[in-house]
């Protein structure tokens, strides 16, 4: 059984360990130590990473009761010195006693519990069993949240055997029957968990909602706590000063500068479109259909414009059959068109088009697009498509 003394004391980050047993799984080596400070994955708590030895521990999980630490490299059965990363292990029990704070401050303020918590590498969340927290709530508990961290409020652990876990008040039965590690904020918060947290509320920082939304029927709530927060407000400060400085204008300002240059930027995506419109039936007026057939091919045009062009054309040239062509690279797309008064189905022409090609498309007896990958030149479509409407004369 591997000692665990990240239970003993949180902020053992080094420690000279046995590899008492060694092997190769399916996610990689792995060492099992005599002791360790490295915290397996578990609660919502991601493992631990740092070194043993020259070996890079990437993982920690517990499988079949054992602590198992994935190594890059396989490990022998000698003595070796091991260190956590202790910046990462000090941002998990940041937010992990954020985590405790603020789900009991939900609960006993507006009786929403924590169904689940998430700590992720840029995120952390909690899921509420119901989604009626209000903006002013949320301020509301943020609030408080860091008037308790600002208290320096102890935060300790304890082991209890289930029958003592059921004469006390906790959050929510414990998940295992024996050795039941309990977490405790003084007067604030007492639960059962397996993760490690700091000494005493004030470790962590401070606490920062930054989002909500809809999750699984009720609420999750995306928070950050200690340095992930100063960290984010560091990223929302240097953005702030990239808009600044492009916009041109204060901090204070951004929100009024921004909806103005949206403005003009539909008003300027107006005014392409307009003229967009009035190129393309410039361009419809100058195409004339021979023996109201109409072949036309394009390099790398958009099939949509094409689209476009087509329903223009036959709409001036009501007995126009139309065939428009856009290559690019092996690509090739079609858009099949006929006027109100010209016969045939360009459904079925489409169909003997994509026959030559790996591709797909649909549309109807009118109008008709697709398109694939091919090796034929466009004569050769050409050539199809007149072939397929003389069967319909």
């Avoid at 420690?15 to 919502?44: M, R, S």
């Amino acid at each position: 059984m591997t000692v665990q003394l990240y239970y003993r004391d949180s902020e053992i980050a080094e420690a000279g360990v046995q590899v008492i047993d060694n092997g190769k799984d399916e996610t990689g080596y792995y060492a099992i130590l005599d002791q360790t400070c490295f915290y397996p994955e578990g609660g919502g708590q991601p493992a631990d990473i740092g070194e043993i030895g020259s070996a890079q521990v990437v993982d920690v999980q517990k499988v079949r009761g054992e602590i198992r630490h994935y190594t890059d490299i396989k490990l022998p059965k000698e003595n070796f010195s091991a260190k956590v990363d202790w910046q990462r292990r000090w941002d998990h029990m940041q937010q992990h006693a954020g985590q405790h704070l603020l789900s009991a401050l939900f609960e006993d303020i507006y009786g929403l519990k924590t169904q689940s918590f998430h700590l992720g590498k840029e995120r952390v969340s909690i899921d509420l069993d119901l989604d009626t927290a209000t903006k002013e709530q949320l301020k509301d508990i943020e609030k408080k949240a860091n008037q308790l961290i600002r208290q320096g409020i102890k935060i300790s652990t304890q082991w209890v055997t289930s029958a003592e876990a059921k004469e006390l008040k906790l959050r929510k039965p414990p998940a295992v029957e024996e050795n039941i590690r309990l977490v405790e904020i003084e007067g604030v918060d007492m639960n059962a968990c397996g993760g490690t947290h700091p000494k005493n509320t004030g470790d962590i920082g401070l606490l920062k909602i930054i989002s909500t939304e809809k999750a699984k029927g009720g609420m999750r709530v995306y928070f950050l706590c200690g340095n992930r927060a100063l960290q984010y407000f560091d990223f929302l400060m240097k953005t702030t000063d990239k808009l600044v400085a492009q916009l041109n204008a204060p901090a204070a300002e951004l929100p009024e500068a921004a909806k103005a240059l949206l403005s003009d930027k539909a008003a300027a995506d107006k005014t392409i479109k307009n003229l967009q419109d009035q190129l393309l039936n410039l361009e419809a007026e100058a195409m004339l259909p021979d023996k109201d057939i109409l072949e036309k091919v394009f390099e790398g045009r958009p099939v949509k414009e094409l689209q476009q062009l087509a329903r223009l054309v036959i709409g001036k040239h009501p007995s126009a059959t139309v065939l428009f062509i856009s290559n690019s690279e092996s690509e090739v797309r079609f858009v099949c068109a006929k006027g109100e008064q010209a016969p045939g189905d360009m459904k079925e022409v489409l169909q003997q088009l994509l026959a030559l090609t790996k591709g797909k498309g649909g549309g109807n007896a009118q109008f008709a697009q697709g398109g694939g990958s091919t090796i034929e030149s466009p004569e050769i479509f050409k050539a199809v498509f007149r072939a397929a409407l003389k069967n319909f004369s």
